[in-house]
């Protein structure tokens, strides 16, 4: 069993627990965050080995500031974000997307795309 700790950001409750489901059964310890605000403050004081995000939350703090936060006061994750959403091109996704170079896994996904996105950011030391 995997000792890693991924954090899944989803404001569609669903979604979040969908995704923990299947990263729990490939060996993960995954815990849920609905909102970004609660995301950020887990974020202060607990450890995660991997950060999963919806791209687009409500409220005024998006996967990009939830990153940006990362980088800036814990830089050895900022390579282990992995972004998500089911936005089209030419939606706000595309703005916030500008710049940032994180692996983005479509709404819907496979657990096959999932896992493999996981196990790709894992390999960043």
């Known amino acids: 069993m995997s000792a890693e700790v991924i954090l899944v950001i989803d404001d569609e409750q669903d979604v979040a627990e969908a995704v923990r489901r299947i990263l729990s059964k490939l060996g993960y310890h995954?815990?849920?965050s609905?909102?970004?605000?609660?995301?950020?403050?887990?974020?202060?004081?607990?450890?995660?080995?991997?950060?999963i995000s919806d791209l687009i939350m409500p409220g005024g703090i998006s996967a990009r500031d939830i990153y940006e936060w990362i980088k800036a006061h814990v830089p050895k994750?900022?390579?282990?974000?992995?972004?998500?959403?089911?936005?089209t091109a030419g939606d706000r996704?595309?703005?916030?997307?500008?710049?940032?170079?994180?692996?983005?896994i479509w709404k819907p996904f496979s657990v096959e795309e999932l896992r493999n996105t996981v196990a790709g950011v894992m390999a960043h030391a």
């Open 34 to 51: 609905y909102s970004s605000e609660d995301a950020l403050e887990r974020l202060e004081r607990e450890h995660f080995d991997v950060v």
């Open 93 to 104: 996704a595309e703005k916030l997307l500008s710049g940032i170079e994180l692996p983005v």
């Open 30 to 32: 995954v815990e849920t």
């Open 77 to 87: 994750l900022a390579r282990r974000v992995i972004l998500m959403t089911g936005a």
